[in-house]
């Protein structure tokens, strides 16, 4: 078998561990997500906790419950009998990871787990289990089969518990009424701050890249305004400098097909009226949902004057890493 062909068959198998689990997903779900979002409401956390591989998924999850606003904690079995049990605080909810809930580090800890009002939710594929018989909640999670060619090194298992903790953390964070404005408390940096706290007024092209005409200006002279700000687009203004069009060379090229004249026409003729528009003081997220929905190039960016003061090109935004 090729590499490719072997690629594919562990895509296979994967696949359907996520499509067993999905279909083993139960009213116990909508408990788990009510215990942990009450939790949260009385400023409390979410313990997350487990050994090997499933304790490498369980830091994905706590990472993606805390960057969600969910707060969030890696607990070592190990480490917490010497000492890291001083994190636990009662009303907080323990998810414990173990596929064979027989997890000897685990385990230990559940006895001393036992002397805090703490509610115990075990993701395994066992609910007979040691683990599952003792926790107060199980989301079960058993694969068909691992992926690895002797079914022994955990992939499809973890696979298949990493797309649980992220179904948790989601249903979370709709629970609280998380909202997209949010992110930006948490992720001031990257991409995603870059999208939710930038404000139009920060990334929209200007002065010379900003191309205005009077609506009595001949197509032929605005073409070369256009080109001098290197712009698809001319932002058409009456005499007090308000927005009342806009002309791009799609309106050119169209208006060519049906009157070679266009050229000599004032824009007030063949302009777009009333275009789409954002004020600058407006987030960047807002324009670029404004791109999404209304299917346009060219935004007009405007000050409260209503004076088109900027432009975004949709261009512009995979450079500004907003895509």
């Known amino acids: 078998?090729?590499?490719?062909?072997?690629?594919?068959?562990v895509f296979d198998v994967e696949l359907s561990a996520i499509q067993a689990v999905r279909s083993q997903l139960d009213d116990t779900c909508d408990v788990?997500?009510?215990w942990m979002t009450e939790a949260l409401r009385h400023q409390r956390k979410i313990l997350v906790a487990g050994v090997g591989k499933s304790g490498n998924i369980g830091q994905k999850i706590a990472a993606t419950l805390t960057s969600t606003g969910s707060t969030a904690v890696v607990l070592n079995p190990v480490d917490a009998?010497?000492?890291d049990l001083g994190v636990v605080n009662d009303g907080d909810v323990f998810l414990a990871l173990s596929y064979s809930g027989e997890t000897e580090e685990l385990l230990r800890l559940l006895p001393?787990?036992?002397?805090?009002?703490?509610r115990l939710i075990a993701?395994?594929?066992f609910p007979k289990s040691t683990l599952g018989r003792h926790s107060d909640l199980v989301l079960r999670c058993k694969v068909p089969k691992e992926a690895c060619p002797f079914n022994l090194a955990p992939t499809s298992s973890t696979t298949a518990m990493l797309v649980l903790g992220d179904a948790l953390a989601m249903s979370i964070l709709e629970a609280r009424g998380f909202k997209r404005n949010d992110f930006?408390?948490?992720h001031p940096s990257g991409a995603i701050g870059r999208a939710l706290l930038s404000r139009v007024g920060e990334?929209?092209?200007?002065?010379?890249?900003n191309a205005v005409a009077s609506q009595s200006m001949i197509v032929r002279d605005a073409l070369l305004v256009m080109t001098k700000a290197r712009s698809g687009c001319v932002s058409v203004v009456n005499a007090r400098g308000k927005l009342m069009g806009i002309f791009t060379d799609g309106d050119l090229r169209r208006g060519m097909a049906d009157d070679i004249g266009i050229l000599n026409k004032p824009l007030r003729e063949v302009m777009t009226r009333d275009p789409v528009r954002i004020r600058e003081d407006a987030l960047a997220v807002e324009a670029l949902k404004v791109f999404n929905e209304r299917n346009i190039d060219d935004?007009?960016?405007?000050?409260?004057?209503?004076?088109?003061?900027?432009?975004?090109?949709t261009q512009d935004l995979p450079r500004l890493k907003l895509m």
């Not at 078998?1 to 068959?9: C, I, V």
């Not at 990334?203 to 890249?209: E, H, Q």
Request: hydrophobic share 45%; glycine share 8%.
């Open 1 to 9: 078998m090729s590499f490719l062909g072997r690629a594919n068959e």
């Open 32 to 34: 788990a997500v009510e």
């Open 81 to 83: 009998l010497h000492g």
């Open 112 to 118: 001393a787990l036992k002397r805090f009002s703490v």
């Open 123 to 125: 993701m395994t594929a």
């Open 184 to 186: 930006a408390k948490y």
């Open 203 to 209: 990334i929209m092209r200007t002065g010379s890249r």
């Open 299 to 313: 935004l007009v960016i405007v000050n409260s004057q209503q004076e088109p003061v900027g432009l975004v090109d």
